[in-house]
Structure formats: C-alpha cells, structure tokens
C-alpha cells in the first residue's frame, strides 16, 4: 500500500473511533512515530500533511530534526540523562520522562524555555518497561513543582503488545483515571491535558478511552526495517 492510502486509512479510522466516543477529531494529534524511516520517508509524510514525527534515539532525532526543522519533534524512546543536551533544543516534548535524574537535567539545560513532558506510565507493571508505577505518579508529579522549567503535559504509556486491541482498553482507561485525578488537583505545573496512548494496533481502542496523541509508526510507513 502507498503511504497516502495508510495515512488516509489512519484518518478514517481516526474518524470512526471519534465519531463512536462523541469526540471531534481535532482533539487527537497523529504522531507519525519515523524511527529506521529515512528522510525521504519523513518528506514524504510531511507532504500528505502530517506535522507531528517522533524518534526514539537521540542521534536520530537531532539528525532528521536538522534537516527538517519546521516539523515538530517528539522524543519517544527512553532518554539517557547525557542525550538531554542534544535532544532539547529540536523538540517540542518528551514523552517518557520516568526519573528525577532526568527532569533535574531537562531543567538544568532548559535555558529558560519551557520543556512540555510526558510521564510515561508502565500501566500494566511489565518487567520489560520503563515508566513509573500508577501509584508513583502523584508523588513524582508533586517534586517536580521544584522543577519550573518543566511543565507536566500529559500522560503516556504502552500498552502490551497483543494481538487484540480491546485487551488494551483497562490500561488506557487506567491512565486516563489518573488523568483525571490529577486534573482535580489543579496544580498549575501539571496541567496534564494530554493521553499519549495507542500505538498501531491499538490505536482505535485508545482514542475511545481518551487519547489525544496516538504514536504510529509501523500503520503509516509500513514494517521497520533495522538493518538499513
Ligand atoms: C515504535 C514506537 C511506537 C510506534 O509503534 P508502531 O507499532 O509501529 O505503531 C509508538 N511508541 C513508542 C514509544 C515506540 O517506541
């Protein structure tokens, strides 16, 4: 398949899984996930539209984000305090922000700029993951009040992978629970207005628990290929 067709056939199911949860599309941000994806893969992309592209690796992200500093930048991957320097100046947020160590370096090399963060949360407490624990998350959110640089934005996670997506549904619920919970709380670091949950297979059920950024990599450019 092209990738105008996946990323249309993305758009539609957007639509369907919206229309199905009484939500509008413009409250959910396809982040096209182009880790291994060259850079005519991403130009490509960027000509069907699509603004938003995330990277995992720290080299990789600064590498495309050089060529294509228009585009907004997501780090997705887990980040190693020493790759903050490099990442911060070509993104617009981190999603897996998961250790002190790690804001304490986010803030040291902010510059004045407000850095939007994910939390990312190991819903599903799976050995293999990185993220805090759903009980961790208040306690963490409330030390980073110390830490003005950085602005708590949301919520992310990854679900595990299974070949059916409704198995997915109580962890994205789970998260969009704490959401709410801290929501109440009104910090004014931590507004906590984004969910990013949902990847390629399980998307659809993600944007009817309430995610506002799904992460797709493999559903708008096809399989990974590592060996490139
Ligand atoms: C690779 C990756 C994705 C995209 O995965 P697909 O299944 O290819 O859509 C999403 N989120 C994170 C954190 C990833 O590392």
Redesign the pocket.
């Known amino acids: 398949m092209l990738l105008e067709q996946r990323i249309q056939e993305i758009q539609n199911n957007i639509a369907r899984s919206c229309n199905k949860s009484h939500r509008d599309v413009s409250q959910i941000t396809l982040l096209a996930?182009s880790?291994t994806v060259d850079l005519e893969g991403v130009a490509a992309a960027a000509e069907f539209g699509l603004t938003h592209f995330?990277e995992?690796k720290a080299q990789e992200l600064c590498r495309k984000a050089k060529v294509f500093p228009a585009l907004d930048w997501h780090f997705?991957?887990s980040l190693q305090t020493n790759k903050v320097k490099d990442v911060l100046p070509h993104v617009r947020c981190i999603?897996?922000l998961d250790r002190i160590s790690l804001a304490e370096e986010i803030q040291k090399r902010a510059k004045g700029r407000t850095i939007q963060c994910f939390l990312e949360v190991n819903v599903a407490n799976e050995a293999s993951k990185a993220g805090l624990g759903l009980t961790e998350v208040l306690p963490f959110i409330q030390t980073l009040e110390a830490y003005p640089s950085l602005e708590v934005s949301g919520l992310?996670t990854?679900a595990p992978l299974t070949q059916n997506p409704e198995s997915s549904r109580h962890v994205f619920r789970a998260l969009r629970e704490k959401q709410l919970e801290i929501q109440a709380l009104g910090y004014h670091w931590a507004p906590v207005k984004e969910l990013s949950m949902g990847?390629?297979?399980d998307y659809t059920v993600a944007i009817e628990e309430g995610a506002t950024i799904i992460?797709?990599?493999?559903?708008i450019f096809g399989p990974?290929n590592y060996n490139k």
């Open positions: 996930v880790k995330g995992n997705i991957g999603h897996s992310m990854i990847m390629t297979g992460r797709i990599g493999t559903g990974r």
